[in-house]
């Protein structure tokens, strides 16, 4: 059987009375070097495991069972469950297991299914979820890399440069846990059903430490005051965040020692500059 092979694919999901689920954001792949590609990506041997989130019935699956040591692939349709242990039946070191990445401890879940190996994660992600199942991956701890398919917006996002139109909170923040690549795009006529966007796949390295100094908790306090109306300048952004602790003159006076003009916007700061920020107001 072909998995993306659409005559194979369509015949696999009327033997089992499959519907297609529009809040799951089910889109299964039919071009067979898409998931051949992000296996590929995901730099994988037989000393890596990999969490697959999402299999759908099960592509990308089944060529990260050729290239790792183990898969454990976390699927929340219960009713994908009789079609991939059909699709996987060949893959003896591959386990599914029923549940909802959201909800699952999954530090712990590595740490059960893969003692021993080099644990990596690796997933065509809804759309629905991308921002919080990444944001779960790369604070997990235990992941040394997460390859992903998201859409393509999300993607040029999470690798924006400091000051251009696609950074934001999120960009900082995933560029702070990882080196953050984007890989390559996916055309919408490579998914049934097709989506109305274009996809694309990053592969973010996880950090062994930080890239800038400083408490985190205080440098994303801060990102996020000042993304949180972008178009204000960064006075006002922190005026309104911190004006309970420092006067307009003192916040004006912080971006001045930190080498920052008071007209300036949050979102033409790097790490660097916002690290610098809070260790100034804290």
Same mark, same amino acid.
């Given at each position: 059987?072909?998995?993306?092979?659409?005559?194979?694919?369509?015949?696999?999901?009327?033997?089992?009375?499959?519907?297609?689920?529009?809040?799951?954001?089910?889109?299964?792949?039919?071009?067979?070097?898409?998931?051949?590609?992000?296996?590929?990506?995901?730099?994988?041997? *037989?000393?890596?495991?990999?969490? *697959?989130?999402?299999?759908?019935?099960?592509? &990308?699956?089944?060529?990260?069972?050729?290239?790792?040591?183990?898969?454990?692939?976390?699927?929340? @349709?219960?009713? &994908?469950?009789?079609?991939?242990?059909?699709? +996987?039946?060949?893959?003896?070191?591959?386990?599914?297991?029923?549940?909802?990445?959201?909800?699952?401890?999954? /530090?712990?879940?590595?740490?059960?299914?893969?003692?021993?190996?080099?644990?990596?994660?690796?997933?065509?992600?809804?759309?629905?979820?991308?921002?919080?199942?990444?944001?779960?991956?790369?604070?997990?701890?235990?992941?040394?890399?997460?390859?992903?398919?998201?859409?393509?917006?999300?993607?040029?996002?999470?690798?924006?440069?400091?000051?251009?139109? @696609?950074?934001? /909170?999120?960009?900082?923040?995933?560029?702070?846990? /990882? @080196?953050?690549?984007?890989?390559?795009?996916?055309?919408?006529?490579?998914?049934?059903?097709?989506?109305?966007?274009?996809? /694309?796949?990053?592969?973010?390295?996880?950090?062994?430490?930080?890239?800038?100094?400083?408490?985190?908790?205080?440098?994303?306090?801060?990102?996020?005051?000042?993304?949180?109306?972008?178009?204000?300048?960064?006075?006002?952004?922190?005026?309104?965040?911190?004006?309970?602790?420092?006067?307009?003159?003192?916040?004006?006076?912080?971006?001045? @020692?930190?080498?920052?003009?008071?007209?300036?916007?949050?979102?033409?700061?790097? +790490?660097?500059?916002?690290?610098?920020?809070?260790?100034?107001?804290?």
């Amino acid at each position: 059987m072909n998995l993306t092979e659409l005559r194979d694919i369509k015949a696999l999901l009327a033997r089992h009375g499959f519907r297609f689920s529009k809040s799951m954001g089910q889109n299964f792949l039919i071009a067979d070097w898409v998931p051949r590609d992000i296996a590929e990506a995901a730099g994988l041997d *037989e000393t890596c495991a990999v969490l *697959e989130i999402g299999p759908g019935i099960g592509p &990308l699956t089944v060529q990260l069972s050729r290239r790792a040591a183990k898969v454990a692939a976390v699927e929340l @349709d219960r009713a &994908l469950l009789p079609i991939l242990a059909e699709t +996987l039946a060949d893959c003896p070191n591959v386990e599914v297991i029923p549940g909802d990445a959201m909800k699952l401890d999954l /530090a712990g879940l590595a740490a059960e299914k893969f003692p021993g190996l080099t644990v990596k994660a690796c997933a065509n992600l809804p759309y629905n979820i991308t921002t919080p199942v990444i944001t779960r991956l790369l604070e997990a701890g235990c992941f040394q890399s997460v390859t992903v398919m998201i859409q393509r917006e999300v993607a040029r996002r999470i690798c924006a440069a400091p000051g251009s139109s @696609d950074c934001g /909170a999120f960009s900082l923040f995933c560029q702070y846990h /990882a @080196d953050c690549e984007f890989l390559f795009e996916v055309p919408p006529d490579c998914f049934l059903p097709a989506p109305k966007v274009t996809s /694309a796949v990053v592969r973010l390295t996880l950090r062994d430490r930080p890239p800038v100094e400083g408490d985190r908790d205080a440098i994303f306090s801060l990102v996020k005051a000042a993304f949180a109306q972008r178009r204000k300048t960064l006075l006002n952004a922190l005026s309104a965040a911190y004006g309970s602790r420092f006067s307009k003159e003192q916040l004006r006076q912080i971006l001045a @020692d930190c080498g920052l003009p008071e007209t300036v916007r949050g979102e033409r700061l790097g +790490l660097e500059e916002f690290a610098a920020l809070a260790r100034m107001l804290g």
